[in-house]
């Protein structure tokens, strides 16, 4: 059996500083924005050359703060967390080779003093991530309408209602941290309406409790 040694071209920076309150999966629908800097050799301009004719692109990435595992089930959270299907018919972190696919939407490419730096919505990752690849996305043939979803059509998403303390910071990012508490970032088979729970986002902490489709934000503090 042959082995491949793959090396970072560059790392994801955002606000999240921990794996809590990441989105679990990519959207193409969000004000989540991620800058995405290159390594050396890579850290050029000729790296990137027409990238900005297209307006998504894959990201080949490794989930580098999950736990090393040989499982073959999961149990994915849109499940409840109870049922166990194989990690092959999953989106799990918890994989053979820890590594993650994501679709984002290319919003800008900056040129800095660290060399070009892609802009990016809609990553699912936290802060530091290590990305191994990027390519084009192509609608012509990564488009396919007529697919089906398997267990995901059968458990439609929730979406929770944010109640927010007044008032609030005039530099809280508060559009931003809607989007991250009204998907329930909670483990999906938590339903304790008096647990408080805590989320770090750009520099903020935010504690919350969920009751009754509602998210209550208890505290927010840098």
């Not at 959207?27 to 050359?49: E, G, K, M, N, Q």
């Not at 530099?171 to 309406?193: G, K, S, V």
Request: glycine share 8%.
């Amino acid at each position: 059996m042959s082995t491949l040694t793959i090396h970072p071209i560059a790392y994801a920076r955002n606000g999240f500083t921990d794996k809590f309150g990441i989105p679990r999966q990519s959207s193409a629908h969000t004000v989540l924005r991620t800058r995405i800097v290159f390594c050396r050799p890579y850290r050029s301009a000729d790296a990137i050359r027409g990238i900005e004719e297209f307006s998504h692109l894959w990201l080949l990435w490794g989930f580098h703060e999950a736990a090393d595992t040989q499982s073959l089930t999961v149990r994915p959270p849109r499940l409840g967390g109870n049922v166990r299907v194989g990690v092959f018919a999953t989106r799990s972190p918890y994989r053979p080779n820890p590594l993650g696919l994501t679709s984002v939407r290319l919003v800008a490419v900056e040129h800095t003093a660290e060399g070009p730096v892609l802009v990016v919505e809609g990553a699912d990752m936290m802060d530091g991530t290590p990305i191994y690849d990027i390519k084009p996305y192509l609608r012509y043939c990564d488009s396919h309408p007529d697919s089906r979803d398997g267990f995901v059509d059968a458990t439609p998403r929730r979406m929770l209602k944010v109640a927010w303390p007044e008032p609030l910071p005039k530099d809280f990012p508060l559009q931003e941290l809607c989007e991250i508490l009204e998907q329930d970032p909670r483990p999906a088979y938590h339903n304790d309406p008096e647990r408080i729970y805590g989320i770090d986002y750009g520099g903020w902490n935010i504690h919350f409790r969920v009751d009754d489709g509602t998210l209550y934000v208890t505290d927010v503090h840098k």
